[in-house]
């Protein structure tokens, strides 16, 4: 068995108490001592702390960087403007998802691509035969930086403390800067995992990295992990790779347009050119099309769509539980457990917490929001609905959830 | 890792408390502690046969669900019906919050002392 692989705030964990696991080849947190449920909390109501310094970064310099970008992406690069990022896929030549990644121009002369951990060696592999064909370079600078996620409402608030309370970026989603936080450099974006209107992914260098993560903790944010990174993600109904993303769990692809966000990820415009998977992608757009008019005639390209799930029975739904209407198998739960909530009504209070059990599933497309399906949760059927989302992370400070109640 | 004397111990991470006729069944420190964030918790019914070895219920954190088995076998009085609405007493006080009480009381499974139960837990 080979080494795990640690990042460079590995024993700023081990001080907090967390529970490493190996995630993808690396030791990571998977919770800290306050547990998942409360890094959950904290993170919707002050600020979590996540280390995401697994993930791959790749510097793509060079001067025809944009012609490989448009090629080797599905996202329309040109319109990436300096310090924008912007939500990519990685496609293969069958439409289907190599990774899912986000790109960022820092610079006006490179462009930062962050992946998967565990798919980087695989994306590499792909694409620097792409890169082959451009004057480009693709330079894997994962181990000299450490990343961070400083995600929640307070998360604005402390950063700019450290940048002499100046803007950290343009307020808005996606937006980039360099700033100098206490006299040390970080590349900062207004991205994230968790949905959180306000949240950050920091880039660092690693010694700066123990020191932006020990700085944080000082000002009241709080380590959060794996667990709650994931639990998170889930609420505001992102795709994880292996899970929504990729191949599903009878080994086939899962079609990029069979994820909600791939709209935002795709460009088909003409300035693009022709890119990997073009065809059979615009193919699966013309299918997506017709299923959101309720035109269901053909649905061959995309007969399965990941939606999101909501039990409305008491139990937990997990990966792999399969899902039925009417009695007909109709897919799976591709991600589900049970998440924890602030439930409030306008204002916004951290007083009274409540859980649900939520997730994602793959279900035949002609299933629809709204609907009720039965899920098999260990051998007795639970009854469940297709919301149309989980939560609202468009109403800053806070998200907001978005509760499923049955009509009395 | 906290492991009361006075309590016995099955090598599914229950304890057991002999009150009399009453064996009053819980989840140990360790189990709350392995399981993580308990987020759900499946209860039988009072009046419910329970046998030794089998299970009875289960419960769920926010990784994981684990099957809960009695140590006993005999009738179920009582269910501890507080923890379907609050599951994270087992987390925060897990030899104070019980979940059920079994009488009539005919067999047991091995269970062990809290000396054993704790070499038993390091070698998990």
Known sequence: MSELKRTVLYNEHLAA???MVDFGGWDMPIQYPAGIVAEHLFTRSACGLFDVSHMGRLLVEGPQRVAFLQYALTSNVEALTLNRAQYCMIPNERGGAVDDAYLYMFEEDRFLLVVNASNKDK?????????????????????????IAVQG?????????????????????NACGTVMLEGHEARLSTTGYTGEPIGYEVYMKNADAVWLWKRLGEMGAKPAGLGARDTLRLESCMPLYGHELGTDHDGKEIPIFAVPLAKFAVSFLDSKGDFVGKAPLQKQFETYTRIQAGDFSDISLIPRRVMPICLVDRGVIRGGMTVYKDGKEVGWITSGTMIPYYDFEEEFSTEKVARRSIGLAYLDTPVQRGDFVEVDVRGKRLRAVIPASHMNGRTPPYARPIVWKEEK | MNIPKELKYSNDHEWV??????AIIGISDFAQDSLGDIVFI????????????????????VKTVSDM??????????????????????????????IIKVENVTEQSDLMDADAYEAFCKEA
Request: net charge negative.
């Open chain 2, 69 to 98: 088995s009695s140590p006993v076998s005999g009738t179920i009085t009582a269910v501890n019906e507080e923890l379907t609405d609050a599951p994270e007493k087992l987390n925060a006080d897990p030899y104070g919050a019980w």
């Open chain 2, 42 to 61: 499946n209860l039988p019914a009072e009046g419910d046969q329970v046998t030794a070895g089998e299970v009875f219920g289960d419960i769920e954190s």
């Open chain 1, 17 to 19: 108490g967390a529970t």
């Open chain 2, 17 to 22: 408390k002999f009150e009399g006729d009453t």
């Open chain 1, 153 to 173: 409402p307070l998360s604005r608030k402390l950063l700019e403390e450290l940048n002499g309370g100046k803007e950290l970026t343009e307020p808005k989603k």
């Open chain 1, 123 to 147: 994306d590499l592999k792909h694409l620097l035969p792409i890169a082959e064909k451009f004057d480009v370079t693709i330079r894997d600078i994962s181990d000299e930086y450490a990343a």
